[in-house]
């Protein structure tokens, strides 16, 4: 019978052996030093952007989520490339075009949609109202698309806007608020059951809508912008405490934000 530190011996040979076999098969530009090298390069960019990203600067912005309804049914049934593709690179474009001159200072992808930042410098808090016009007319240009486009390329959204204070970081967004936006974006019909003083589901829709959060109805009080709101009622958001009231937005009679140059510009 072996001894233990023959069976050991015979074991790491056999590994080394195994371990030879498998890298024969690669490809020898995987395997070689160049490939390493880009490897290290590579995981050594990541570690640098990690890094600076604790160099940040705070400020007070409209935050919206942008989410394509039923994105993913529609994709697994018509194919990424005939549907998917389209609807999304439409969605930034439409985006794009409706939101730039309002203030537009950070766009994020977030798979079925987007996250996008407003700010003003002149007033923080009139970055809300620029938001919400760059919504309004983001829904009016996908509805004119919708009528030329064929069924299953369809381009219906759900829209959250919020506001506070955020951590920026390049063309991103951290911090409390960002997520809060993106419970809020959850918010739906299906979530009456469990509010408090619920308004009638047949009065929430279910594509091309505007919720805000208290402090988006709060800023617009304060600036006097009109702007109809209905109380969808009172929800707990998960990770949040309390209850967050949340409204469903209309178009105001008349926007007051003025347009000012988007980031970069």
């Known amino acids: 019978m072996p001894s233990f530190k023959t069976a050991s011996g015979e074991a790491d040979a056999s590994q080394r052996s195994a371990k030879h076999a498998t890298t024969a098969h690669l490809d020898p530009a995987l395997a070689g030093p160049a490939f390493s090298k880009d490897r290290a390069k590579a995981q050594a960019n990541i570690l640098a952007r990690i890094d600076e990203a604790s160099d940040f600067e705070v400020a007070s912005e409209a935050i919206v989520v942008l989410d394509i309804v039923q994105s993913t049914y529609s994709t697994n049934l018509f194919g990424w490339h005939s549907v998917g593709r389209v609807v999304t690179r439409d969605l930034r474009r439409l985006t794009r075009e409706a939101s730039a001159p309002r203030g537009l200072t950070s766009v994020k992808t977030t798979g079925d949609g987007l996250l996008l930042t407003f700010s003003n410098r002149d007033s923080a808090e009139m970055a809300v109202p ?33 506001f506070g204070e955020v951590d920026i970081i390049e063309n991103d967004r951290e911090g409390p608020n960002v997520a809060f936006a993106f419970r809020l974006e959850k918010v739906s019909r299906g979530s009456l059951p469990s509010a408090l003083n619920p308004i009638d589901p047949r009065a929430f829709p ?38 967050s009231e949340v409204f469903l937005l209309e178009p105001a009679s008349k926007v007051r934000a003025v347009p000012r140059s988007s980031l970069g510009a």
């Open 130 to 162: 620029s938001a919400l016009a760059a919504m309004w007319t983001l829904l009016a240009r996908a509805r004119e698309r919708n009528a030329q486009a064929p069924a299953q390329q369809r381009l219906d959204l759900r829209v959250a806007v919020h």
């Open 206 to 243: 279910t594509a091309n809508y505007v919720i805000g959060s208290e402090a988006v109805a709060d800023v617009l009080d304060r600036v006097g912008e009109v702007s109809p709101r209905k109380s969808c009622g009172l929800f707990k958001l998960r990770g949040f405490p309390g209850w």
